[in-house]
């Protein structure tokens, strides 16, 4: 794959549209790429494999922090259970939360080991520390908040040493994680060409709120956050525009009780300073990692999503376990140490990790087809926009067209011609064959986002299936334009010129997108094809034979033809045969097959 454009290029976008960058996520998901295509059970694997290592990563951290062994069992436990992480190990997105999470408890482990040797070992291990770190925020940022995480650790173990001796004691240990994290966000800005991203307002309304009215539904978001991380029965995959309403007096209820969660988290923390003090530390483990997400301090790409307690929830699982030990220990022996895995402990802790085990079952089976999925975030998030338009976009994607367009009108009713609800619903048009109708709604999401690039891309491919390239070539231009360095536009544009007869012009524009992108398979497979269509077979070759495998189904069908062309009977038989198995159950391989002559039909 290429893998210098997944480190030096926005995540998710391969032209660089994307307002992330997490390259780790990204090689890992070209990994399962390459071991089994688009097999889901891979994905999914790999995301439960994950979790799981964090789960056992939970544990030893916190063993090796000072916890003792029964509260560290329990939290793992918990956390392995807990509902709130069926979006980010359901959902394969949500690998970015796995890996970061991991990369960060590892760095943490690091750290602890640091601590329990001596001479030239102990550097060994901050470099460690340092790396794993790092790789960490590649999966995704917010584990920038491991200094901050490792700070609140070692001044709960401190002892009689005092804050500011701690500090510089240990200040070349922290400065090489913050060393870590200022690389990393410099890096991430260059790439994406901001700190922070933008976020559409579909997604987080709070970009568009005054400063008071945004603090005050940041923090009725907090509110609802704590709400399904200690009772986690409603949950749901969206969030946005316009679930949760925009709270603009300070009086009212949501406020009032994210407020109460933000005093009470850190009075409880005071308190359990010295009483408790495994439940201040997960305390400060989920308040210093959801800082960075909550969209108190700046707003980030959504107002809020479950997915982005995954990290967090482990400060939370801590505080639960610490906190049902210890109340366990005044009960069964107000006066004396509680004694480890006493009956008091152990039976309610059974009774939780039943009760959300239970609940994380029954919200796995939400994820299994995409139309259920959208049905139930639609129910879960009446009044979210997004939810409607996806379910609009999921029964297109099924065929049920007559469904597909009243769920994306209700969508609109939400938020009024809002670009991206468009240009699903052009998209949706174009596949049910409606080009006048897509044209008509692609442009009123450009009149709404004149500079959305990708609503441009898709004015021009229905300009050219309805056979005007020339309106198609005008839009695809300014998509271009919009996005220069984006090798796809060019290849789309090359292929519109094919269409429309200028070759020579299409075969200048093929090299274009090439040069930007060589060795990207979609490209190589197009140009390829465009060869084969001229006749230039050993061209076709040349182009073709560089994508590395696994090759597209189209690639190898080309490829197959383009032997058979030049007489090499042997090589075409065995890149069929590949087709054959790699993609045996897609008709367009046999379509293809059969239009190079019968030597190459199904049997």
Not at 112 to 139: E, K, Q
Request: charged share 15%; proline share 6%.
């Amino acid at each position: 794959g290429d893998v210098r454009g997944m480190l030096t290029t926005a995540s998710w976008w391969g032209d660089g549209r994307g307002d992330l960058w997490r390259p780790l996520t990204t090689l890992t998901f070209a990994l399962d790429y390459a071991l089994h295509g688009l097999a889901p059970l891979g994905y999914h694997a790999a995301n439960v494999g994950l979790h799981a290592v964090v789960s056992v990563l939970v544990l030893v951290v916190f063993a090796g922090a000072g916890v003792a062994a029964e509260i560290a069992f329990a939290t793992a436990l918990l956390f392995a259970v807990h509902p709130i992480h069926t979006e980010a190990v359901a959902n394969v997105v949500g690998r970015a939360e796995l890996i970061a999470a991991a990369g960060f408890l590892l760095a943490w482990r690091c750290w602890l080991a640091a601590d329990a040797v001596t001479g030239a070992r102990v550097g060994a291990w901050v470099i460690a520390a340092t790396g794993a770190s790092f790789l960490a925020m590649l999966g995704k940022e917010n584990a920038v908040a491991l200094p901050a995480v490792l700070l609140w650790a070692d001044l709960l173990q401190r002892g009689d040493e005092s804050p500011a001796t701690l500090v510089r004691r240990r200040a070349p240990r922290y400065g090489a994680l913050i060393a870590a994290a200022l690389v990393f966000v410099a890096l991430r800005s260059v790439i994406i060409g901001k700190v922070t991203p933008t976020a559409a307002l579909l997604d987080n309304p709070l970009g568009a709120l005054p400063p008071l009215p945004r603090l005050f539904t940041a923090t009725k978001v907090v509110g609802l956050y704590a709400l399904r991380l200690v009772f986690p029965l409603r949950l749901s995959a969206d969030y946005s525009f316009d679930q949760i309403p925009a709270v603009y007096s300070p009086l009212d209820t949501g406020f009032l009780a994210g407020l109460a969660v933000i005093v009470g988290l850190g009075t409880l923390a005071w308190w359990a300073w010295r009483a408790v003090p495994a439940l201040a530390l997960g305390i400060g483990v989920l308040a210093l990692t959801f800082a960075l997400v909550s969209n108190l301090a700046f707003p980030i790409g959504t107002i809020m999503g479950e997915r982005l307690a995954y990290l967090p929830s482990a400060g939370w699982c801590l505080a639960l376990a610490a906190g049902l030990s210890h109340v366990a220990g005044r009960v069964a022996a107000p006066r004396t140490p509680a004694r480890p895995w006493s009956p008091a402990f152990v039976l309610p802790l059974v009774v939780v990790v039943t009760l959300l085990g239970a609940r994380t079952i029954a919200r796995n089976t939400v994820w299994r087809e995409p139309v259920v999925f959208f049905q139930t975030m639609v129910a879960d998030a009446p009044r979210s926009a997004r939810s409607h338009s996806e379910l609009g976009s999921a029964l297109a994607e099924a065929g049920r067209f007559a469904e597909a367009q009243p769920a994306f009108e209700r969508a609109l009713a939400i938020k009024a011609d809002d670009p991206i609800i468009l240009y699903n619903q052009g998209h949706a048009l174009t596949s049910e064959g409606r080009y006048d109708d897509a044209v008509a709604v692609y442009q009123r999401a450009i009149a709404a986002n004149p500079r959305f690039g990708q609503a441009f891309e898709n004015l021009g491919n229905v300009e050219s299936a309805r056979g005007n390239q020339e309106a198609a070539l005008v839009a695809l231009r300014r998509a271009l334009e919009l996005t220069p360095d984006s090798p796809y536009l060019l290849m789309t544009i090359a292929n519109v010129l094919v269409r429309g007869g200028s070759l020579a012009e299409a075969s200048t524009t093929f090299e274009q997108a090439l040069a930007r992108r060589p060795t990207d398979p979609e490209i190589l497979t197009s140009y390829g094809a465009f060869l084969y269509s001229q006749g230039s077979f050993s061209a076709a070759v040349e182009i073709l034979e560089q994508i590395v495998p696994p090759a597209p189904a189209r690639a190898l069908i080309v490829l197959t033809g383009s032997y058979r062309q030049l007489g090499r009977t042997a090589e075409a038989e065995a890149m069929l045969a590949t087709a054959k198995r790699l993609y045996a159950n897609e008709p367009a391989v046999w379509e293809m097959a059969g239009k190079l002559g019968g030597a190459f039909t199904r049997p």
